[in-house]
């Protein structure tokens, strides 16, 4: 088959551009905490954000070669810088979302016990308990 590639050093260039941008997301959280940016410690931030498939450290050094490569051309320095800038914002988006849901979700409850209350204050239309006149129109009907 024309997709099947023989094991060895080289891997799929999809795979490589996906450890590429782990090990950038990697590098600059370890760089936020002021922690030695090494393919040892980016392995670990790997292993700790469950990236689907882990890379090996030979993979993991030739996507800090490309994150260097990156960061050393104005053009992509640009993007990359362009880039953070939109997982912040993702980042940000998400944390509303779910701030969003948890106050859809409490207004929702706050909704359906005020619909109880007022299902349960119902009255007939000469002031009676509707209950009261419902129950009883069920035994004489």
């Known amino acids: 088959m024309s997709t099947h590639h023989p094991p060895g050093t080289t891997f799929a ?3 490589a551009f996906q450890v590429a941008l782990g090990v950038l ?8 905490r002021r922690r030695p940016i090494t393919p040892q410690a980016i392995a670990r931030q790997f292993r700790a954000h469950l990236f689907p ?5 030979a993979q993991i050094k030739h996507g800090l070669i490309q994150v260097q ?8 320095r640009d993007l ?19 701030q969003l849901d948890e106050d859809q979700f ?3 409850k706050m ?7 007022l299902h349960h204050t119902l009255t007939a239309p000469h002031g009676t308990d509707a209950v009261s006149t419902t129950a009883a129109s069920e035994i004489h009907g």
Not at 25 to 32: I, M, Q, T
Not at 53 to 57: C, D, I, K, Q, V
Not at 111 to 117: I, Q
């Open 106 to 108: 409490y207004l929702d």
């Open 69 to 76: 490569c990156w960061h050393d051309q104005v053009l992509t």
């Open 53 to 57: 498939t882990r890379p090996t450290l």
């Open 111 to 117: 909704l359906r016990e005020t619909d109880a209350l």
């Open 13 to 15: 260039p999809d795979f």
């Open 25 to 32: 997301e990697a590098s600059d959280a370890l760089a936020a």
């Open 80 to 98: 990359l810088h362009h880039r953070s800038q939109l997982v912040t914002l993702g980042t940000q988006l998400q944390a509303q979302r779910r």
